[in-house]
């Protein structure tokens, strides 16, 4: 390959820019980084289209190019001495940056690593950051997790600094998002315990109005849903109304807003449906138009749990359609699973079963795992409510969703789909083999019988006995 790239003569130098750039490139963009005159630039690209080196499509300035074979690419980047190489992959990064800004917003990732190839760390780690936040947006959770762990892993080698610690932070945050959205619950509560260790009130609050919303009622409010999910329903609510009440002593409408949702869906889990009324009431007065979306999707979620299935369907479908107008898909599975609730309510269940296939589809395909137990469990119970109720399979949803839970030591999660079982066992007869189901898991909990949740699991354990 060296002796192939060595015959190329002056193209050589525009073959190694190329390897720089990446396997595929435009014509403004190499011509911006060789800083050559268009003759000369168009002169040695044909020359590298001839040698069947670079393929092309269309004609410069409009033309688009692509190494024929990756590894052609990796001979010209490799050739290149170290100090040229990181100095073409700075300003390749700082071109995108500054003058391909279209680029720079659909492709972070592609900016941070020029800057990490160029040793611009700390440039790198905001890119990183950047195209991990991104991809959490777009669920693309595996990519973004990646990301944010590239982030922080170079973070972690630059000194301590008042504005890295800020960094560092928000990023502990976004990747425990990431880990606990794909049903990492424990190492994604670690992040968010580590986020809050690093978090000080005194200095990072007055950077509320710069960054959205306050990091640490943010950290408290995630938290919050990942422990419940562990099984520490008492745990999730200390959090969720610290965050409040934090959020009201800031002063901060939008961090305020952020808090009142997440305490509503800390109620919700823990079926506390009168405080969770009363926190999105709080909500929608002081939302905006994207607020008030969340807050329906809330609110139907509300609805198909207290028996007003027909509120539920206008609330979800109504909340959907404007966050799907957006591009927000996060979360998407359960509002689909609360859809199919309420289509259940209404005996509408080709609806209702449409609803479930797809939550399980989006599961599958984005891997937002966190709910994945919950939806097989919703889908098990859709299939005994049909007017022939199929008992076989919505077993094997129930069984889906226990190996699910405790694969991810989601205790909640597997507490509900036991007793589906359970029930479905008693009616069939199996009390004992329903009652060895679910004492195991009810006893393994240490607080929270307050809840209905284990207060139901208790009557049913009782009712197993007898």
């Given at each position: 390959?060296?002796a192939?790239?060595?015959?190329?003569?002056?193209?050589?130098?525009?073959a190694?820019?190329?390897?720089?750039?990446?396997?595929g490139?435009?014509y403004?963009?190499?011509?911006?980084?060789?800083?050559?005159?268009?003759?000369?630039?168009?002169?040695?690209?044909?020359?590298l289209?001839?040698?069947?080196?670079?393929?092309?499509?269309g004609?410069?300035?409009?033309?688009?190019?692509?190494f024929?074979?990756?590894?052609?690419?990796?001979?010209a980047?490799?050739?290149?001495?170290?100090?040229?190489?990181?100095?073409l992959?700075?300003?390749?990064?700082?071109?995108l940056?500054?003058?391909?800004?279209?680029?720079?917003?659909?492709?972070?990732?592609?900016?941070?690593?020029?800057?990490?190839?160029?040793?611009?760390?700390?440039?790198?780690?905001?890119?990183?950051?950047?195209a991990?936040?991104?991809?959490?947006?777009?669920?693309?959770?595996?990519?973004?997790?990646?990301?944010?762990?590239r982030?922080?892993?170079?973070?972690a080698?630059?000194?301590?600094t008042?504005?890295?610690?800020?960094?560092?932070?928000?990023?502990?945050?976004?990747?425990?998002?990431?880990?606990a959205?794909?049903?990492?619950?424990?190492?994604?509560?670690?992040?968010?315990?580590?986020?809050?260790a690093?978090?000080?009130p005194?200095?990072?609050?007055?950077?509320?109005t710069?960054?959205?919303?306050?990091?640490?009622?943010t950290l408290?409010?995630?938290?919050?849903?990942?422990?419940?999910?562990?099984?520490y329903p008492?745990?999730?609510?200390n959090d969720?109304?610290?965050?409040?009440?934090?959020?009201?002593?800031?002063?901060h409408?939008?961090?305020?807003?952020?808090?009142?949702?997440?305490?509503?869906?800390?109620?919700?889990?823990?079926?506390?449906?009168?405080?969770?009324?009363?926190?999105?009431?709080?909500?929608?007065?002081?939302?905006?138009?994207?607020?008030?979306?969340?807050?329906?999707?809330?609110?139907?979620?509300?609805?198909?749990?207290?028996?007003?299935?027909?509120?539920?369907?206008?609330?979800?479908?109504?909340?959907?359609?404007?966050?799907?107008?957006?591009g927000?898909?996060?979360?998407?599975?359960?509002y689909?699973?609360?859809?199919?609730?309420?289509?259940?309510?209404?005996?509408?269940?080709?609806?209702?079963?449409?609803?479930?296939?797809?939550a399980?589809?989006?599961v599958?395909?984005?891997?937002?795992k966190?709910?994945?137990?919950?939806?097989?469990?919703i889908?098990?119970?859709?299939?005994?409510?049909?007017?022939?109720?199929?008992?076989?399979?919505?077993?094997?949803?129930?069984?889906?969703?226990l190996?699910?839970?405790?694969?991810?030591?989601?205790?909640?999660?597997?507490?509900?789909?036991?007793?589906?079982?359970?029930?479905?066992?008693?009616?069939?007869?199996?009390?004992?083999?329903?009652r060895?189901?679910?004492?195991?898991?009810?006893?393994?909990?240490?607080?929270?019988?307050?809840?209905?949740?284990?207060?139901?699991?208790?009557?049913?354990?009782?009712?197993?006995?007898?």
């Amino acid at each position: 390959m060296t002796a192939r790239l060595d015959r190329l003569g002056p193209a050589r130098e525009v073959a190694q820019i190329a390897a720089v750039i990446g396997r595929g490139f435009s014509y403004p963009l190499v011509r911006a980084v060789a800083r050559m005159e268009d003759e000369a630039l168009q002169t040695a690209l044909e020359r590298l289209a001839e040698a069947d080196i670079l393929l092309v499509q269309g004609l410069p300035p409009e033309s688009e190019y692509r190494f024929k074979h990756a590894l052609i690419q990796d001979a010209a980047h490799e050739n290149l001495l170290k100090s040229r190489r990181q100095a073409l992959h700075r300003r390749t990064g700082e071109i995108l940056r500054d003058q391909f800004t279209a680029t720079a917003a659909a492709e972070p990732e592609l900016i941070a690593h020029h800057f990490t190839e160029a040793g611009l760390t700390e440039a790198a780690v905001e890119w990183w950051g950047t195209a991990g936040q991104r991809s959490l947006a777009r669920s693309a959770l595996l990519e973004g997790a990646e990301q944010l762990k590239r982030a922080l892993n170079q973070i972690a080698t630059l000194p301590v600094t008042p504005a890295l610690r800020r960094e560092e932070i928000k990023l502990e945050v976004a990747f425990a998002n990431v880990l606990a959205l794909t049903g990492d619950l424990l190492d994604g509560k670690e992040h968010y315990d580590r986020a809050l260790a690093i978090y000080d009130p005194a200095e990072h609050r007055p950077l509320t109005t710069r960054s959205g919303r306050d990091v640490g009622v943010t950290l408290l409010s995630f938290r919050s849903n990942c422990v419940w999910q562990l099984g520490y329903p008492a745990a999730s609510r200390n959090d969720a109304e610290r965050a409040v009440k934090n959020a009201r002593e800031i002063g901060h409408a939008t961090t305020l807003v952020y808090a009142l949702s997440r305490a509503a869906t800390c109620y919700i889990l823990c079926r506390n449906y009168a405080a969770a009324h009363a926190q999105l009431d709080e909500l929608t007065a002081l939302a905006d138009e994207k607020g008030k979306a969340l807050g329906a999707l809330q609110r139907g979620w509300l609805f198909a749990l207290t028996g007003n299935a027909s509120d539920a369907v206008r609330a979800i479908t109504s909340g959907m359609t404007s966050l799907r107008s957006i591009g927000a898909t996060l979360y998407e599975p359960r509002y689909l699973w609360n859809l199919a609730m309420a289509y259940t309510e209404l005996d509408q269940l080709d609806d209702a079963r449409r609803c479930i296939d797809d939550a399980i589809d989006k599961v599958e395909k984005s891997k937002e795992k966190w709910c994945e137990a919950e939806v097989h469990r919703i889908a098990g119970e859709i299939a005994l409510k049909s007017l022939a109720p199929d008992t076989e399979k919505a077993e094997k949803y129930f069984d889906r969703a226990l190996f699910v839970a405790r694969q991810q030591q989601a205790k909640s999660w597997e507490l509900r789909a036991a007793m589906s079982m359970a029930r479905l066992w008693r009616s069939q007869g199996k009390s004992q083999q329903a009652r060895e189901l679910l004492a195991p898991i009810y006893g393994w909990f240490t607080e929270g019988f307050d809840t209905l949740d284990l207060k139901d699991a208790k009557s049913l354990l009782d009712e197993s006995a007898t």
